[in-house]
């Protein structure tokens, strides 16, 4: 079967780094994404993922192993907006979106 | 402007009626989709639609039906609720961005089936 795996719950400080991981068994792969999610809100996306390395985008990194079938979210300089679930989805080889159940981050001040 | 707008945002209603979800985006895009996103916060695909085809999700009960009147339109109907439908559905549409398939949610609609 089709599996994502993310942490439940992380807890980190304002101000801080915090890395969120994200492993992935999938039939195929075209691309891992990164959505953000406030609670009661939808969610956006934050990130695209197709080749292995690292993708920057402000305070926001993401990393793609694809021999790994790792990925992780970077978040640099943590905020108190921050706090929300982020979710990690893989397209399969029939370009159909697999998505984890998301990790909640909570930001401490 | 509301890029993909869903009305309502909360429903409440008893297990056996029939009740509607609308959809309606205005950016253009291609392919609208349904997804449900249980109290364990996993989204599910329910279907994926653009002008040539719709893709339904296998495990989706037939009491689950897509509407599209147009483009920019994708209604979901659902007949004979019951308990477990409760959750929150989220409505998207999606354009391709340098080889991502980008996918813009509506602000979701609560079903609570009593």
């Known amino acids: 079967g089709q599996n994502i795996d993310q942490p439940t719950e992380m807890t980190a400080t304002e101000g801080a780094i915090v890395q969120i991981n994200c492993t992935y068994q999938t039939s195929g792969f075209n691309g891992l994404f990164w959505y953000q999610q406030h609670a009661g809100e939808a969610p956006t996306f934050l990130s695209y993922?197709?080749l292995d390395g690292l993708e920057e985008k402000g305070r926001f990194s993401s990393f793609l192993s694809r021999s790994k079938g790792y990925s992780y979210l970077l978040l640099k300089e943590l905020q108190m907006k921050d706090s929300a679930s982020y979710l990690c989805a893989v397209r399969d080889s029939n370009y159909q979106l697999i998505w984890g159940a998301g990790t909640k981050l909570i930001i401490k001040p | 402007d509301t890029a993909v707008s869903q009305t309502p945002k909360y429903l409440v209603t008893q297990m056996g009626n029939d009740k509607s979800i609308k959809c309606e985006q205005n950016?253009?895009?291609?392919?609208m989709y349904w997804y449900k996103q249980d109290s364990k916060k996993f989204l599910k695909i329910m279907f994926s639609y653009n002008n040539k085809e719709l893709i339904i999700n296998e495990t989706v009960p037939n009491r689950f039906s897509p509407k599209s009147p147009d483009k920019a339109h994708l209604n979901l109907h659902i007949n004979s609720l019951e308990l477990g439908d409760s959750a929150v559905y989220f409505c998207?549409?999606?354009?391709?961005?340098?080889?991502?398939?980008?996918?813009?949610f509506g602000a979701g609609s609560r079903l609570t089936v009593l």
């Open positions: 998207a549409s999606s354009q391709e961005l340098s080889g991502a398939n980008v996918l813009t």
């Open positions: 993922n197709v």
């Open positions: 950016l253009g895009h291609d392919t």
